[in-house]
């Protein structure tokens, strides 16, 4: 990848972020064979409940952004049971705290899985705690919905994919940033799969799009050092920072940021991980001007976002914000439900059968299920965060763009996969 030096210390640090499971070797690598010679893991579908597996970070350093994911699955386990449940059975959630720790995530997926003896479970952030648990899933046969953007390359025959992928966030933003005329660009990551992936694709975008990568640089997740990579930045002569640090690194980077007395009109950054409750975490001093790509907002417009921003806050508080990892979230269990009642059936491999065209009026606006990857249809939004603490969008794609997730619709993805 041109321009990326990965140095010892950076290679140990990926390293030890993806744990025992192994997983780096399979970043930017074609996955999900579905090959795993384990036992198919079966569902206890026997009584009137159903359990289903909630696993996200509960403490750590995630704990920022994924305490609100879990907080969105419980109200829509909340929503379906009041609507008479799946398929005549009450769901019961079953809560797992990954910790910010990827053998953790992997252990408790085992637990849900063969413990709990889940029909599904909905989790994860980082594609550190993912890949980390892609094997447990293959191994099982069992389900997992993962609700957050990433880095595309990856398909997995027991995952389905609610956030965005590369072509559905990173790429529609890099578009963005070239029609602004700010095409000099820093890039600035946490040092783990997701970072470096998407600024290998970011690279070979800027090379085929007339743009420049002037600068790259990615600190250990959880890092609140960030006095040497913003002077670096302030001295390379970007036109803009393409932002994709994870966590609570984002508090520390973008204090560091101000103080070093740049601003959103004179080197605006665009970020791919901060949503609306990583604004009010942050604070908005600190963030007004800059800018996010998602594919939802709280200001989304639309009578689906109206009842789900006011069945949270309900739920949580009048002055909790709503972003676009916890609404995937709350997507994909009203997904699942969708799946198995046309499947008619709990079994994997029904629900898998069933899932294709699966269409849900969402907060975010119509998504529809492509079966053929497991991802879905979704909108492309980039938002200008505002003193207000929420993030108004400024464009969008006009429709929602079709998932491509290891970019074969575009040239100059050649060989990243």
Request: aromatic share 8%; with cysteine; proline share 4%.
């Amino acid at each position: 990848m041109s321009g990326l030096i990965l140095t010892r210390r950076g290679l140990l640090t990926s390293m030890s972020a993806v744990g025992a499971a192994g997983v780096l070797a399979a970043c930017g690598a074609k996955t999900g064979s579905g090959t795993s010679s384990g036992a198919e893991a079966k569902a206890d579908t026997s009584g009137a409940t159903v359990k289903v597996g909630l696993l996200n970070s509960l403490s750590g350093t995630m704990a920022i952004s994924e305490v609100t994911v879990h907080n969105a699955l419980l109200l829509a386990v909340k929503e379906v049971n009041a609507s008479g449940g799946v398929l005549g059975k009450k769901l019961e959630p079953v809560s797992q705290d990954g910790a910010s720790d990827w053998p953790t995530f992997a252990e408790k997926a085992e637990a849900l899985i063969t413990d709990d003896k889940v029909a599904a479970t909905f989790g994860c952030w980082t594609s550190a705690s993912r890949k980390a648990v892609k094997p447990v899933f293959e191994r099982y046969r069992s389900l997992l919905f993962y609700p957050v953007q990433y880095e595309g390359l990856e398909q997995s025959p027991y995952i389905f994919y609610t956030g965005a992928t590369t072509n559905q966030q990173i790429v529609p933003a890099l578009e963005y940033l070239k029609k602004q005329g700010l095409t000099r660009l820093y890039l600035v990551g946490s040092d783990y799969v997701f970072p470096r992936t998407a600024n290998k694709i970011i690279q070979a975008y800027a090379e085929a799009n007339g743009m420049r990568v002037v600068g790259e640089d990615y600190a250990p997740l959880g890092s609140t050092e960030f006095s040497t990579i913003v002077n670096k930045v302030k001295g390379a002569g970007a036109d803009a920072v393409f932002n994709t640090l994870n966590g609570d690194s984002n508090v520390a980077f973008f204090k560091e940021y101000k103080s070093a007395g740049l601003t959103a009109k004179g080197l605006p950054v665009l970020s791919v991980s901060i949503a609306e409750e990583e604004v009010k975490s942050i604070g908005t001093q600190y963030l007004e001007g800059q800018l996010t790509a998602w594919n939802y907002y709280q200001t989304t417009p639309g009578a689906a976002n109206e009842r789900f921003r006011a069945a949270y806050q309900a739920a949580y508080g009048a002055d909790k914000p709503t972003s676009d990892p916890m609404e995937a979230a709350y997507n994909s269990v009203h997904l699942w439900k969708a799946m198995v009642e046309k499947a008619g059936s709990f079994d994997v491999a029904k629900v898998k059968a069933a899932s294709d065209g699966i269409t849900l009026d969402s907060p975010e606006g119509t998504i529809t299920v492509d079966g053929a990857t497991q991802h879905v249809h979704k909108t492309a939004r980039i938002g200008r965060i505002g003193a207000n603490g929420l993030i108004d969008e400024v464009w969008n794609s006009g429709g929602p763009i079709a998932p491509d997730p290891y970019l074969k619709g575009y040239p100059w993805a050649a060989g990243l996969s």
